[in-house]
């Protein structure tokens, strides 16, 4: 099959594209940089608000899976342009694909508590108004070689902390198997349904995913719950450091005290389309690799 892809040259992306490359796809993936050339990989130039390279991108395309959206943004309407607007876009390129998947954010469940949240149900909504044979996936915390938006998290449980929000759950999956699911998605006539999906346990504390990546760096840490103000002031700080970059905002910081971002195991896929074979510490650990291996870690 040939598979359109937005967001190739991110981390979720770049591991669909390496997984859909192996087992005999050919891609074509959006990228607004030049790119290197990839056997199997023909890159587009442009980006979602780019109509004519949207068209090149699903041109003689089997299917398309959008994974490119915003997670960090300075207001709402970096969240629109990225995730509304950037949604509208594809789904209008669109039109003629025979099978549409959409990665969204476990966030959209929540509206009310971010913007990052609102917007990812608005793109949901476009989605599930539109004539596209579309899945929706609904991923929890992702994880894995390549991440960069967890790395924080594993230089302070080197030397032994976890600053945590207030106490909560979290699912998690790892890249490798929400890759392999999308991939399932984007190769079959799977419902028009929305999936969330995770580890296959009952979900993690916040306590105990920091134990488990202190043991995928091989250190006992010390977890300590910070207090909402306390998390919103780090995160003004954050930013004045590091601007754009900053990896913990007030959007996030909002979600983040949310108490409970357990999956509803009622959504996940039917265990004869897809389970996850990734346990988190394997999957900590390999992330863990992949830093000491880049010099990051």
């Not at 799977?190 to 995770?198: F, G, K, L, N, Q």
């Not at 993690?204 to 998390?231: D, F, K, N, S």
């Amino acid at each position: 099959m040939t598979l359109a892809i937005t967001g190739g040259t991110g981390f979720v992306g770049g591991a669909l594209i390496r997984q859909a490359v192996e087992a005999g796809h050919a891609v074509r993936a959006l990228a607004r940089r030049p790119q290197p050339d990839r056997p199997g990989v023909t890159w587009i130039a442009g980006a979602l608000d780019d109509a004519g390279a949207l068209a090149q991108l699903v041109e003689g395309a089997d299917a398309l899976v959008h994974v490119a959206g915003v997670v960090n943004a300075l207001d709402r309407a970096g969240f629109v342009a990225g995730n509304v607007e950037g949604t509208r876009a594809v789904l209008a390129a669109a039109s003629g694909i025979r099978r549409f998947v959409h990665v969204s954010s476990l966030a959209a469940r929540e509206p009310g508590l971010s913007n990052y949240g609102w917007s990812k149900a608005e793109a949901e909504r476009l989605v599930e108004a539109s004539a596209l044979p579309w899945t929706i996936v609904r991923p929890p915390g992702i994880f894995g070689p390549g991440d960069l938006d967890q790395l924080d998290l594993f230089k302070l449980a080197k030397r032994g902390l976890a600053f945590l929000p207030p106490p909560g759950l979290v699912s998690l999956i790892a890249v490798d198997d929400l890759a392999r699911l999308l991939l399932v998605l984007a190769t079959t006539d799977a419902p028009r349904t929305i999936y969330e999906v995770d580890d296959g346990t009952e979900g993690w504390t916040h306590e105990g995913y920091a134990r488990a990546i202190g043991a995928a760096v091989g250190q006992r840490v010390l977890p300590m719950h910070l207090p909402r103000a306390l998390l919103s002031l780090i995160a003004w700080g954050d930013r004045r450091v590091r601007g754009d970059a900053a990896r913990l905002t007030a959007d996030r910081v909002a979600y983040l005290c949310h108490p409970d971002w357990r999956i509803d195991p009622t959504k996940r896929p039917p265990a004869a389309l897809w389970q996850p074979l990734i346990p988190t510490p394997e999957g900590l650990a390999a992330a863990a690799r992949w830093y000491r291996a880049g010099g990051l870690l």
